[in-house]
């Protein structure tokens, strides 16, 4: 069982910038794709990007222009770049990925945007 742990979440000002990191266990290679997903306050887990192992990406239209999801397979990390963060990014972001067809998720991390 792969596990995966975010860090990175955090207070900010909107307008402000996090980055979020997601380091798996082992090997990232086998990991395919790796995403991340939010969850506000009553609301559903929604996915925020994605992105495979060749390096194909993939974002919600919400966030497109402002994050950058990206992942270095040599440090088994996956990233979460967030720019220009508005109230409405605020959520619990959580880490994905697929391994060998099993899905894993880390435990969140917060993220928090003032106005």
């Known amino acids: 069982q792969v596990q995966v742990v975010e860090s990175g979440g955090g207070l900010v000002q909107a307008g402000g910038s996090l980055r979020l990191s997601c380091e798996a266990s082992?090997?990232?290679?086998?990991?395919?794709?790796m995403a991340w997903y939010r969850q506000a306050p009553g609301k559903q887990r929604e996915l925020v990007a994605s992105?495979?192992?060749?390096?194909?990406?993939n974002y919600s239209d919400s966030v497109k222009g402002r994050f950058t999801i990206s992942r270095d397979n040599a440090k088994n990390t996956m990233y979460l770049q967030m720019n220009s963060l508005k109230p409405e990014d605020t959520a619990v972001y959580y880490c994905?990925?697929?391994?060998?067809?099993?899905?894993?998720w880390g435990q969140g991390t917060q993220v928090t945007v003032s106005s």
């Open positions: 994905f990925a697929i391994a060998a067809g099993r899905h894993n």
């Open positions: 082992g090997s990232i290679a086998s990991l395919n794709p």
């Open positions: 992105i495979y192992y060749g390096g194909t990406t």
